[in-house]
T-cell receptor, first 110, second 113 residues
Framework: SQTIHQWPATLVQPVGSPLSLECTVE??????LYWYRQAAGRGLQLLFY??????ISSEVPQNLSASRPQDRQFILSSKKLLLSDSGFYLC?????????FGPGTRLTVT | GENVEQHPSTLSVQEGDSAVIKCTYS??????FPWYKQELGKRPQLIID?????GEKKDQRIAVTLNKTAKHFSLHITETQPEDSAVYFC????????????FGKGTKLTVNP
């Protein structure tokens, strides 16, 4: 069966520090992968998606970037975090029609 | 592009009552409509979905209906229980090879014991 992992689960970072969040999927190959952000009490904002290695589509211009160095690995990065980057970061993958979310990383920028 | 509107934003019901959440979409070519349940502090979980070639789908106490003419779809929860309390999100996927789901803003459902 397919499994999606994210780490770390929680993260507290100062403003201006770098960020790296990792997402990996097991049990499938060539999945579509997605990064979402959810501010406290808000909806799901799509940040990036990838249909294959090295293929990244950006949905929202901001100080975040994404990379897909391997088929089942998706990384979200920032060189300098802003206070507004705080939120719940969710990785997701698509299987046929369905889309499933990972457990998420809760990021607090102080 | 596709736009999904979800109503109501909050819904409070008594245990045992039914709850209905409605979503409208703008792209008539959208062909897939999932519903997610998100409990506090957890990831959204896919609870039911429907494709454009089906008008209704049921799974125990939950059901989804789709009206393609009116471009709206609804989630129905019967015999609500306190554990149904959560935020529910609808979504639509446009046709034409789109890789993205477009989400509604969510409905916070509270089931009072």
């Amino acid at each position: 069966s397919q499994t999606i992992h994210q780490w770390p689960a929680t993260l507290v970072q100062p403003v201006g520090s770098p960020l790296s969040l990792e997402c990996t999927v097991e049990g499938t190959s060539n999945p579509n992968l997605y990064w979402y952000r959810q501010a406290a009490g808000r909806g799901l904002q799509l940040l990036f998606y990838s249909v294959g290695i090295g293929q990244i589509s950006s949905e929202v211009p901001q100080n975040l970037s994404a990379s897909r160095p391997q088929d089942r690995q998706f990384i979200l990065s920032s060189k300098k975090l802003l206070l507004s980057d705080s939120g719940f970061y969710l990785c997701a993958w698509r299987f046929r029609y369905e889309q499933y979310f990972g457990p998420g990383t809760r990021l607090t920028v102080t | 592009g596709e736009n999904v509107e979800q109503h109501p934003s909050t819904l409070s019901v008594q245990e045992g009552d039914s709850a209905v959440i409605k979503c409208t979409y703008s792209d008539s070519a959208s062909n897939y409509f999932p519903w997610y349940k998100q409990e506090l502090g957890k990831r959204p979980q896919l609870i039911i979905d429907i494709r454009s070639n089906v008008g209704e789908k049921k799974d125990q106490r939950i059901a989804v209906t789709l009206n393609k003419t009116a471009k709206h779809f609804s989630l129905h929860i019967t015999e609500t229980q306190p554990e149904d309390s959560a935020v529910y999100f609808c979504a639509a996927r446009p046709q034409g090879g789109s890789e993205k789901l477009v989400f509604g803003k969510g409905t916070k459902l509270t089931v009072n014991p």
